[in-house]
């Protein structure tokens, strides 16, 4: 039997997951050691910003790699709002990266970042599926690209229509709607979607309880 089945979900059945995908900027222009580096560095930050808001492995997936960035999938449970995620895990990133920056100027980077959720497939392979897709899609959009290039901080964060819809707009403790400035649209088959992006406000995590919003 190949017990790797057993440690994946069931196969073929939609599960809900919040989803936060991170690359890093200009990654092609480093040597391959260069490359290591990064990759080690950046899984070490978002680990460390995950847990600093209280997601720890039993909240989510192992982080996957994709290169010079990550895919990083998040049961958004009571101890894991997706609240959490932006109120919490993208600014304590954003400062444990601007730390990183400012201590170690040779090993510098930026980041942008996505989030959205969705429905999320699992096979041998890995995770799969239209919002996945999507998540990855926003990340790599020009205007997101473009956006880090002008920002004086360390990340750019472009959020989905629902995430921005769900869980922006109402204000929750540590979530500022007027941060999020530009929005554009890309496309996943048919559908024509909107993103926003924010590239400046951020603090650490801090205070942010896992019970800071209560949205699903």
């Known amino acids: 039997m190949n017990t ?10 939609p599960l809900h997951r919040a989803i936060l995908v991170a690359d890093v900027e200009g990654s092609t222009t480093r040597t391959n050691p260069g490359r290591a580096q990064l990759r080690a ?3 070490d930050l978002l680990d460390g910003a995950f847990r600093a808001c209280g997601i720890t492995e039993e909240a989510r997936d192992s982080f996957l790699d994709r290169g010079d960035g990550a895919l990083c999938l ?3 449970v009571d101890e894991a709002p997706k609240t959490v995620l932006l ?4 600014p304590e990133l954003a400062v444990r990266l601007a730390r990183h920056n400012a201590t170690h100027p040779d090993e510098a980077f930026r980041l942008r970042v996505a989030v959205h959720a969705g429905e999320v497939h699992y096979d041998l392979h890995g995770p799969y599926g239209e919002a996945v897709d999507l998540a990855c899609r926003l990340l790599d959009a020009p205007e997101v690209r473009k956006a880090l290039r002008g920002a004086a901080g360390p990340v750019a964060l472009t959020v989905s229509e629902g995430i921005y819809s769900a869980v922006v ?3 929750y403790a540590g979530i500022d709607r007027s941060a999020f400035g530009h929005a554009f649209h890309v496309r996943v088959g048919r559908k024509r979607v909107r993103g926003w992006i924010r590239t400046a406000g951020w603090s650490p995590a801090g205070t942010v309880l896992p ?4 949205t699903a």
């Open 41 to 43: 560095m950046l899984f």
């Open 169 to 171: 707009v109402h204000g």
């Open 74 to 76: 998040v049961r958004p």
């Open 211 to 214: 019970d800071a919003g209560l």
């Open 87 to 90: 109120a919490g895990v993208v």
């Open 4 to 13: 790797a089945v057993l440690h994946l979900p069931v196969l073929h059945v």
